[in-house]
């Protein structure tokens, strides 16, 4: 935990309320996000028992496994699952696209994007590792032979497979866990083990009137009133499921089969339906937040790469393989690296709160602008404009001379540290401007590029376009690591897999 976020629960604790830990929205929240909803039956991994899953507040659907340890009505429930999802996939693909550039000159490539992509959101952390498991038990499977299941089944696979994949990446939106998107934008007075309950977690955020958070948060750990759902279920109603899929299994015939698996299907929905409402609150909750301004950037790019994968699988459509080799491997892990660092600085970039923990670790600074020399030029055959602005910081400035920063403000003009004084208890720094004059080669600057004199301003070390790491292609892939990777091929072996 920050310092800051360490502090604002203290407050929370304090004021009974959730308090917050940005100005602005960091995520992206789609118009139509696709609210997924899962139940496990209790003690097997992924064992699918149901789902509340649509884009229609008012109207979601209900799937249901009325008994889960039936292989065939496990993989009924992933046609059905498909049969929702899929569609909505489709209908975000061929929605309309637009043009985008890649490459540079004599390499420059014009390609077409989506215009949407579909969101998937769930409940929690643990709503991610059902659909990445699901994933894994459904990609592989054969649609022909002993083991044969619906073509829908292995291309949810593979869609399920991608978005887990994609969840790794922080500045990715496609597959969200509600849990985590409010307490990446509120603190609350409970432990982050509490936070992971998301009706206690909105009962801090927005409690009812006449209610603290920690009061409404006690009431809101009330089973009966919000049943766990997302995927683990609530012991108590273990045992009654239990009763009613023996009824169920006992049944002398259809008639009485049917009967009591209507109950069990008004059992599980009135289960998933209270964290059902929970999730669009939240939903709305986030929507009240103003989005950041490097959002709608990332969202772009997961619109790509939803375009390339839909392309991918209708040229290729081999599933994704059961373990990255040796160089995808090493791709990832710097991309999960440079996505992490680009994404945290961005947030600092579109939010002071934000950026206030790299003040408080050095890396960044505030202060009034006290002078400014627009007419400096480097010395040299060809005089170089690089005017200065000289800032006043009530606080001791950690970064030293020499040191590249960026202002937030104006985040496409390079600056350099040229000299820090102390002064007081707090700094004189003098920033010498490298660019970003809207190509201007001598004074006078052009309105708005350079700081005027009085005006607060904030500088830090922090870039959010540091160049990505360079590694090699997978055909150059060294012996010592296996060599080239051979494309993935699906087996006999992963079509018989069993579900566990």
């Given at each position: 935990m920050s310092t800051l976020a360490a502090v604002a629960t203290l407050r929370a604790t304090e004021t009974g309320r959730a308090e917050r830990l940005t100005t602005v929205r960091h995520a992206h929240l789609d118009d139509r996000p696709f609210v997924l909803v899962p139940l496990t039956l209790a003690g097997e991994a992924c064992a699918p028992l149901a789902a509340l899953g649509g884009t229609d507040p008012e109207r979601p659907t209900l799937l249901t496994v009325r008994q889960p340890r039936n292989r065939a009505e496990r993989f009924r429930f992933v046609e059905r699952l498909a049969e929702l999802l899929l569609p909505h996939i489709e209908g975000c693909r061929t929605s309309e696209t637009e043009t985008y550039t890649v490459g540079r000159g004599t390499d420059r490539e014009e390609r077409r994007r989506s215009l949407r992509a579909p969101q998937l959101l769930v409940p929690g952390g643990e709503g991610i590792a059902y659909v990445r498991l699901l994933g894994r038990l459904t990609r592989?499977?054969?649609v022909e032979g002993p083991?044969?299941?619906?073509?829908?089944v292995p291309a949810l696979g593979k869609w399920l497979t991608w978005y887990a994949d994609r969840a790794e990446f922080p500045s990715s939106c496609l597959l969200q866990a509600m849990t985590r998107l409010l307490s990446a934008h509120w603190a609350t007075g409970q432990s982050a083990a509490e936070d992971s309950h998301l009706a206690a977690l909105l009962a801090w955020i927005d409690p009812p009137d006449g209610l603290t958070g920690s009061e409404a948060a006690r009431e809101a750990e009330d089973p009966q009133r919000f049943p766990p759902a997302g995927p683990a279920t609530d012991v108590v109603f273990d045992q009654t499921l239990y009763d009613l899929m023996s009824r169920y299994d006992k049944a002398g015939d259809d008639r009485g089969r049917e009967a009591v698996g209507r109950q069990i299907d008004r059992e599980l929905h009135h289960q998933m339906l209270p964290t059902w409402d929970l999730m669009w609150r939240g939903v709305d909750l986030l929507r009240r937040l103003p989005e950041g301004g490097h959002v709608a950037e990332r969202w772009t790019y997961d619109r790509r790469l939803f375009t390339e994968f839909a392309i991918y699988l209708d040229e290729d459509g081999r599933p994704q393989g059961r373990r990255d080799h040796a160089v995808g491997a090493a791709r990832r892990l710097a991309r999960l690296e440079e996505a992490m660092a680009r994404y945290e600085a961005e947030r600092a970039f579109d939010d002071p709160l934000v950026m206030a923990e790299y003040e408080l670790t050095g890396e960044a600074f505030t202060g009034v602008v006290v002078a400014r020399d627009e007419n400096r030029f480097l010395p040299g055959t060809r005089p170089l404009?690089?005017?200065t602005v000289t800032v006043r910081s009530d606080l001791p400035v950690r970064l030293a001379a020499?040191?590249?920063?960026?202002c937030p403000a104006r985040?496409?003009?390079?600056?350099?540290?040229?000299?820090v004084v102390p002064a007081g208890d707090g700094s004189t720094v003098v920033i010498q401007l490298n660019g970003g004059f809207d190509r201007a080669r001598k004074p006078p600057a052009p309105p708005g590029t350079l700081a005027e004199v009085g005006e607060t301003v904030?500088?830090?070390?922090?870039?959010p376009k540091s160049m990505p790491s360079v590694l090699p292609a997978e055909e150059d892939t060294p012996w010592t690591h296996g060599g080239p990777p051979q494309p993935y091929e699906p087996t006999d072996e992963d079509a018989e897999e069993t579900w566990e």
């Open positions: 592989l499977r054969a083991y044969a299941v619906d073509p829908s404009w690089r005017p020499g040191e590249g920063v960026k985040p496409g003009q390079k600056a350099e540290i040229v000299e904030t500088y830090t070390s922090v870039d």
